[in-house]
């Protein structure tokens, strides 16, 4: 009999266990605060609580409905009207509704809404990057936001926007119950906080360093989740999240190092899984600085560096470089004017160092991020490489890093870094998306540089309505960074994540993340 019970025990448990899907990500999340993150793990574990008013079809950055079941702009542009879904509810039981979307974008855009703690420290950067400032901040590109009623808000804007639903689907802007809001005050979005949204899970704990544990949304609107449980690791080593993936601790993991393809392949149990090329690596210099204030310093730095090699060193093929901000897939964004790639020769830059009065070279700061990242997989050896590239021309250069979450920080605040490796990951398919997040007011704090041209330009293609309207601004844009040589591309990366092979219906997004209450794990042990 205590035998029965015994296997009939661990048959549950194991049922439990197959019924658990494990995903291996890249670190922890910075904040649960729908609103108030800007990297890519808080955006992944977001996407499984919150629900945006827009959203997009699997697999695409094509639009499709979300929180929002159409969305009309009137005839310039100028005002977008978002028509709610009905009955949908938050985590907490409290209604979605027109009110939620008023205090969600408001307390985002408003620095002096009540509920948005900028008292506490936030600042919704995002906001500001992505939608060009603040309320009665000049270049910012909403107005107002009206609830129209119950189940309609209008969102008005000082300047015509034809991408303002696109960058409300991004992953930022999760709808968040204002009632929790009020509820946690400044801890909302902390482990010591129940976020709450609409999306396909509902956060259970969230243990620091470690993971945070989701349970399926049993009454989610939409696809529900097929899993009893889903639990994001915080593994940030890449070596580490592959090696648990071939041991089966956990069942799928993003960001793996280029050089691991063969192993990946090489295993039964695994399938590797390539997203789409949708992203930018970077090196920025500091206008603040003053060697890198000089043109010709700057100049020299984009010749010392041999991308190419580095890039065939460190992407094992899953990487290209050219001299472009936006991905290969929005290469009709880019300028005939401008060179396929920066050149690379290091005794021309010595000799432009020397005429910019620096025979002797100098010293300069570069920092690298602690975490692996889809564009740099990575970081310090890549680091290491390009200190080599200038050392070669007498910038001798200190390699420094510190915790993700300070980094991001950091690196706006005076006097900033001298030099930096940061990249992006596309949020929805316009270069506005990938200039607009660099350059321009609230965009540009951390290189000190944003000349008026830049900032007219960025406004210019967000009111293109065309393809073709939309190629000649970015052109433009193209040729005066490119010249400017603040921003420095590195590479467009194919991040390589895996499975193992009972993991189904996973669709990755080429926009690195994806709500996960698609897959199935039937046949896990």
Do not use: C
């Amino acid at each position: 009999m205590k035998k029965l019970l015994l296997t009939a025990l661990l048959s549950t448990l194991s049922a439990a266990s197959a019924a658990t899907l494990v995903f291996g990500g890249n670190g922890e999340p910075v904040s649960l605060e729908s609103g108030n993150i800007t990297d890519g793990i808080s955006i992944l574990v977001q996407r499984q609580i919150y629900d945006t008013l827009v959203d997009f079809k699997n697999g695409t950055t094509d639009l499709v409905p979300g929180l929002a079941t159409k969305w009309t702009p009137n005839a310039n542009n100028t005002q977008w009207t978002f028509t709610l879904r009905k009955g949908v509810r938050f985590h907490d039981g409290t209604a979605f509704n027109a009110d939620a979307v008023v205090f969600n974008l408001s307390r985002w855009w408003d620095k002096a809404h009540p509920y948005g703690f900028r008292d506490q420290g936030r600042t919704f950067e995002i906001m500001g990057e992505l939608l060009g400032g603040y309320k009665g901040d000049a270049t910012a590109v909403i107005k107002n936001i009206v609830k129209v009623n119950d189940s309609t808000v209008r969102v008005e804007l000082n300047k015509p926007s034809s991408v303002l639903p696109n960058v409300l689907a991004a992953g930022y802007f999760g709808i968040a119950s204002p009632t929790a809001i009020k509820k946690d005050g400044a801890k909302y979005g902390t482990p010591a906080s129940k976020p709450m949204g609409t999306g396909p899970f509902i956060f259970q704990s969230w243990r620091t360093g470690d993971r945070v544990t989701l349970l399926p949304n049993k009454v989610y609107w939409g696809e529900k989740a097929k899993v009893d449980q889903l639990v994001i690791r915080s593994i940030k080593d890449a070596s580490q999240r592959l090696n648990e993936l071939k041991a089966g601790t956990i069942d799928f993991a993003n960001d793996l190092t280029p050089d691991s393809l063969k192993s990946v392949q090489g295993d039964n149990n695994l399938v590797d899984v390539k997203r789409p090329s949708f992203n930018v690596g970077f090196v920025s210099l500091n206008n603040r600085n003053t060697y890198l204030k000089n043109e010709k310093v700057r100049q020299a730095i984009s010749m010392a560096i041999n991308k190419k090699e580095i890039v065939a060193a460190f992407w094992n093929g899953l990487g290209t470089s050219n001299a472009s901000f936006v991905p290969p897939v929005m290469a009709w964004a880019n300028s005939s004017k401008v060179p396929a790639d920066y050149k690379f020769d290091p005794a021309a830059a010595k000799k432009m160092l020397s005429d910019a009065g620096y025979a002797n070279g100098f010293s300069l700061d570069l920092w690298y991020m602690p975490v692996s990242r889809p564009y740099f997989p990575n970081p310090k050896p890549i680091a290491e490489a390009i200190a080599a590239d200038l050392s070669a021309i007498g910038i001798k250069v200190n390699l420094k890093t510190e915790d993700w979450a300070k980094y991001l920080e950091d690196r706006n605040k005076e006097p900033g870094f001298d030099m930096y490796m940061i990249g992006w990951t596309g949020d929805y398919g316009d270069p506005d998306n990938f200039y607009g997040a660099y350059y321009g007011s609230n965009a540009s704090d951390d290189i000190n540089w944003n000349p008026a041209n830049v900032q007219t330009l960025l406004e210019q293609g967000r009111a293109a309505a065309t393809q073709a309207a939309k190629a000649k601004v970015y052109q433009q844009l193209h040729e005066i960074t490119y010249n400017a040589a603040y921003r420095i591309p590195m590479v467009h990366s194919n991040p390589l994540a895996a499975a193992r092979t009972y993991v189904k219906g996973w669709i990755p997004s080429p926009l690195g993340s994806e709500a996960f209450n698609t897959i199935t794990i039937t046949g896990k042990k």
